[in-house]
Nanobody, 115 residues
Framework: QVQVVESGGATVQAGGSLRLSCAAS????????IGWYRQAPGKQREFVAD???????SIADSVKGRFTISRDNAKNTVYLEMNSLDPEDTGLYYC?????????WGQGTQVTVSS
């Protein structure tokens, strides 16, 4: 059984920064893909960033240049560093992991960016 737990969400002012953490129940190097999605009120869940085997990363165009994804395999944790936050970044941020063909989601952590 795989579990992922998000933390680090908060309310920040526009232009601020946050770092989200996703703690996994096994080494993050064991996942085919692990990353982040977000869902704003009244909108569909959307891809933000992920990291794959070999440490290849993908970043959504809407956050490219502002968000960075990384992982610490020794701590079983994936991070999402978010800079220059905008009110459009407000939403519930979910960690997502693929493991042997199954997809696992966390409960989400709330990020609110005030103008």
């Amino acid at each position: 059984q795989v579990q992922v737990v998000e933390s680090g969400g908060a309310t920040v002012q526009a232009g601020g920064s946050l770092r989200l953490s996703c703690a996994a129940s096994r080494s993050t190097s064991s996942f085919n893909v692990i990353g982040w999605y977000r869902q704003a009120p009244g909108k569909q869940r959307e891809f933000v960033a992920d990291i794959r085997s070999g440490d290849t990363t993908s970043i959504a165009d809407s956050v490219k240049g502002r968000f960075t994804i990384s992982r610490d395999n020794a701590k079983n944790t994936v991070y999402l560093e978010m800079n220059s936050l905008d009110p459009e970044d407000t939403g519930l941020y979910y960690c997502n992991a693929w493991y042997y063909g199954r997809r696992y989601w966390g409960q989400g952590t709330q990020v609110t960016v005030s103008s």
